[in-house]
């Protein structure tokens, strides 16, 4: 999972998705909101088509899912979902791209709060994945960070749990890929007197394609061999990567 930053939507299009929840409220106070029509006449609308392309362009060349990073991003997704609480449902901190699967097969209605109401799924516009998420080399698959009182992430647990990112098999075998040129890249690197920092950059962010730089320089994978090997044996390369792969 990669940290996705929000861009913002052109002014007047904000402006009218402001408007649409306006709406939406006075219809849901005179109990005549139906979401699921109002959204799809909204979704033929310039505003939401502003949204989505907006959206596009905030997951990357690639246009992968926001959640699983691996199947095409194909619709608007709500974050927290519009039948339940669609008092969010134009809004556009709200909205991210999502593929099927992820928003209908998995995650679908469910949405699972903490005790203070807050969401125990991760939403890549606002958190860091890699707080709440580890990533096993050797199966390919995510699962909860562990504190260092051993105990797992709750907000890792339910985001694995709901969006089923430990048994998914195509995905995993996607991650392992990726992740053995990452690895290999690193460990190259770590074993040359001559390494240099920008072509090892450039040479990682072209093999990551599921955000799992963000698990190596700044997630649990830091203290992993190859990446541990490539601090201690150029501090400095490891912090330009560092800093490189702070929003990865
Ligand atoms: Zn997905």
């Known amino acids: 999972m990669r940290k996705i930053c929000r861009k913002a939507l052109p002014k007047a299009e904000a402006g009218k998705l402001r408007t649409e929840q306006t709406n939406a409220n006075a219809k849901l106070a005179g109990k005549t909101l139906d979401v699921q ?13 502003v949204a989505f392309d907006t959206l596009l362009g905030m997951a990357g060349n690639r246009e992968r899912c ?9 619709d608007i997704e709500h974050f927290w979902p519009k039948n339940t609480y ?4 134009f809004r556009w901190n709200n909205l991210l791209l999502g593929c099927t699967a992820c928003g209908r097969d998995h995650k679908g209605t469910r949405f699972p709060l903490d005790a203070g109401k807050k969401p125990l799924l991760i939403d890549p ?3 860091d994945p890699w707080l709440f998420l580890d990533f096993d080399p050797m199966t390919g698959n995510f699962s909860a960070r562990y504190d260092a009182l051993g105990n797992p992430a709750p907000k890792g647990a339910k ?6 990112l430990d048994r998914r098999e195509a995905l995993a075998s996607g991650h392992q890929k990726a992740y053995k040129h990452i690895s290999k890249l690193i460990s190259e690197a770590a074993a040359t007197s001559t390494a240099d920092a920008t072509t090892l950059i450039s040479g990682l ?3 990551d394609e599921y955000g799992i730089l963000g698990w190596c320089f700044r997630g649990a994978g830091i203290n992993e061999p190859p990446m541990s090997s490539l601090r201690s044996a150029h501090p ?3 912090a330009k990567c560092v800093k490189a792969f702070k929003n990865s």
Do not use: F
């Open 236 to 238: 400095a390369i490891w």
């Open 37 to 49: 029509k109002e959204w799809k006449r909204a979704r033929q609308n310039k505003p939401l088509k």
């Open 159 to 164: 985001t694995v749990e709901v969006l089923a």
């Open 205 to 207: 962010k072209e093999v």
């Open 86 to 89: 669609p008092k969010k449902m």
């Open 66 to 74: 926001m959640y699983c990073g691996d199947s095409q991003g194909t």
């Open 125 to 127: 516009t606002k958190d």
